[in-house]
């Protein structure tokens, strides 16, 4: 069993930046990804990385913006925000996929965070 525990949301201006954190119990060596779900809307791929951290994958609305990384030592996955638009807001889930390989469906997740709310201003 993976417990994920999302950290690192808040209310921020557009351009500012945030880091959301993600604390996993145990050693996770799993695929990890980042989804998000705004206020009456699906809940949608934003980054994932692959299992030994040399692959990863950005949705096209946060490409450029957005980076996913891990520390294996800690356990933890984070995403770097820049740049946030208030188009980025939305609650933030992290998600662990039991597999070598990244994946952008949240069905193929079979571990997921409570998540961290973030809210970006005009």
């Known amino acids: 069993q993976v417990q994920l525990v999302e950290s690192g949301g808040g209310l921020v201006q557009a351009g500012d930046s945030l880091r959301l954190s993600c604390a996993a119990s145990g050693r996770v060596r799993y695929a990890m990804g980042w989804f998000r779900q705004a206020p009456e809307k699906e809940r949608e791929f934003v980054s994932a990385m692959s299992w030994s951290g040399d692959s990863t994958y950005s949705a096209d609305s946060v490409k450029g913006r957005f980076t996913i990384s891990r520390d294996d030592a800690k356990n933890t996955v984070y995403l770097q925000m820049n740049s946030l638009k208030p188009e980025d807001t939305a609650v933030y889930y992290c998600?662990?996929?039991?597999?070598?390989?990244?994946?952008?469906?949240?069905?193929?997740?079979?571990?997921w965070g409570l998540g961290t709310q973030v809210t970006v201003s005009s």
């Open positions: 998600a662990a996929h039991e597999s070598s390989w990244l994946s952008v469906f949240s069905y193929e997740y079979k571990y």
